[in-house]
Structure formats: structure tokens, C-alpha cells
């Protein structure tokens, strides 16, 4: 018998952030609000979330905060 699982992050897009302006790049820009957290899958199912962050990134070089 065979048990396929695995454990990763999944990242989901909450829309538009605020306007920032990026410590890395210097560029003004609306950033993107995103929710990371960690899971676990059975069968590629998910079974079980944990660790839920919200981050705001930003749309030109990917540089990320946590909200």
C-alpha cells in the first residue's frame, strides 16, 4: 500500500495592498497583499493548515513584509 503526501507553502492573492514605496528597488508602486501558510497533503488533499501570514509584496522586484 502506497501513501502519497506532502508538506509545502501555499501562497493565496488577497488583492491590491497599499502604495509603498520598496526599501530594495526605490520604486513607488501599489503592492500586492498575500496570505502564505503551511499544509499538509494527503493524496493531494489538504488535511491540515498552519502558520497563516499575511505578507504585502512587492509587484516589481518581489521583495516581501509582513503585515
Known amino acids: 500500500m502506497f501513501f502519497f503526501f ?3 507553502t501555499k501562497q493565496r492573492d488577497l488583492g ?3 502604495v509603498r514605496t520598496c526599501p530594495n528597488c526605490g ?3 501599489t503592492w500586492a497583499r498575500v ?3 503551511k499544509r499538509l497533503t494527503v493524496f493531494f ?6 502558520g497563516r501570514t499575511q505578507l504585502e509584496v ?10
Do not use: D, L
Request: hydrophobic content about 30%; some cysteine.
Open 27 to 29: 520604486n513607488t508602486s
Open 35 to 37: 496570505e502564505e501558510s
Open 6 to 8: 506532502g508538506f509545502g
Open 58 to 67: 512587492c509587484t516589481i522586484c518581489g521583495v516581501a513584509t509582513q503585515v
Open 45 to 50: 488533499v489538504p488535511v491540515a493548515r498552519w
Open 16 to 18: 491590491p495592498g497599499s
